[in-house]
Structures are given as structure tokens and as C-alpha cells.
Nanobody
């Protein structure tokens, strides 16, 4: 059974940093593309960041560019989202997602339906 487990969320003040982790079990994800999404209350999930299987290509939504960094450690089956200079508008539930065997191009990174597995989410709350 494939599981993605996020951790690292919490309550921080504006300007602080957090690092989210997502660890996969049940299969090896080293050939998969991985994405991070977030969901604001009452809204649909939106793409935040993505990383190819090798880590050579990174994708970010405009609102987090320069502040968030996605990375991965395939030996640990883990993907990370380093979030710096956090803002109250970053408050959301953050999810990691797994696209088996990659193959994402362009706008496909942004589409929830492209991903095969999802974590349960971790809450990030940024106070002003």
C-alpha cells in the first residue's frame, strides 16, 4: 500500500521559515515526479511546487518563487519544501503528491488529476 506522509507543518510568525517533508512508503518513487499543493479554506487545492525525478527541473507558482525551494532525497524516498519568509497568505493545508514515472510537462504540473497518490496534508499557519 502506497503512503505519503507529510510532516513539518505548524504555527509560525510572519517572516519565519518551515521545512515540510513528505516520505513515501510502499513503493520506490525515485522515477516519479513529485508535487506540493496547498488548499485554502473553502478553495480547491492549488499547485505550489514540483520537482522531476532527478531534481534537475523545478517548478513554482509565482507567489512562492524566491521564497520556497523544493528538493528531494531519493535514497530516503523523501521530498522537501523549504518555506522561507512566510506570509499570512501562505496559511493553508499543504499536500504532497506523486506522479508515477513522471511525464509531466508544462501546465500538467498544475493539475491535481495528473497525480496518482496524495498525502493527508499538514497545516501551516502563519500569524501576522
Amino acid at each position: 500500500q502506497v503512503q505519503l506522509v507529510e510532516s513539518g507543518g505548524g504555527l509560525v510568525q510572519a517572516g519565519a521559515s518551515l521545512r515540510l517533508s513528505c516520505t513515501a512508503s510502499g513503493r520506490t518513487f525515485s522515477s516519479d515526479a513529485m508535487g506540493w499543493f496547498r488548499q485554502f479554506p473553502g478553495k480547491e487545492r492549488e499547485f505550489v511546487a514540483g520537482i522531476t525525478w532527478s531534481g534537475d527541473m523545478l517548478y513554482y507558482t509565482n507567489s512562492v518563487k524566491g521564497r520556497f525551494t523544493v528538493s528531494r532525497d531519493n535514497a530516503k524516498n523523501t521530498v522537501y519544501l523549504q518555506m522561507n519568509s512566510l506570509k499570512p497568505e501562505d496559511t493553508a493545508v499543504y499536500y504532497c503528491a506523486d506522479k508515477v514515472s513522471g511525464g509531466l510537462y508544462g501546465s500538467r504540473w498544475w493539475r491535481e488529476a495528473e497525480y496518482d497518490y496524495w498525502g493527508q496534508g499538514t497545516q501551516v499557519t502563519v500569524s501576522s
